[in-house]
């Protein structure tokens, strides 16, 4: 399933044209988010945040996932062994609260 148009961002990484998008909606926990990136070809990668000092669009207060913030969670991902040009099952990480992104 891809992201919508319409409620993702384009990013330009590494060569691929990816989209991006955050959702509070999605987790029972108030204090997390998930944020999700994907191509039409590779691999999605699906990071659950910590969302004490990050700001997402959304219900109640207002938080902001900007794209330095994203790039950076991919470029540790590829190092965690995400690959988004390539097909793959779902890429699951963590961002905790000290930016530290690891495997979940």
């Given at each position: 399933m891809?992201l919508?148009?319409?409620?993702?961002?384009?990013i330009h990484?590494?060569g691929?044209d990816?989209?991006?998008?955050?959702?509070?909606?999605?987790?029972?926990s108030?204090?997390?988010g998930?944020?999700?990136?994907?191509?039409?070809?590779?691999?999605?990668?699906?990071?659950?945040?910590?969302?004490?000092?990050?700001?997402i669009?959304?219900?109640?207060?207002?938080?902001?996932?900007?794209p330095s913030?994203v790039?950076?969670?991919?470029?540790?991902?590829?190092?965690l062994?995400?690959?988004?040009?390539?097909?793959?099952?779902e890429?699951?990480?963590?961002l905790?609260d000290e930016?530290?992104?690891t495997?979940?």
């Open positions: 891809s919508q148009k319409r409620r993702s961002n384009p990484y590494d691929i990816l989209r991006w998008s955050v959702s509070v909606r999605s987790l029972s108030p204090g997390e998930l944020l999700v990136v994907q191509s039409d070809h590779g691999q999605r990668l699906v990071v659950r945040l910590a969302l004490n000092d990050l700001w669009h959304g219900p109640g207060p207002r938080h902001s996932v900007k913030l790039r950076r969670v991919m470029d540790d991902a590829c190092g062994g995400w690959t988004p040009d390539s097909p793959g099952p890429f699951h990480v963590t905790n930016d530290c992104l495997c979940t």
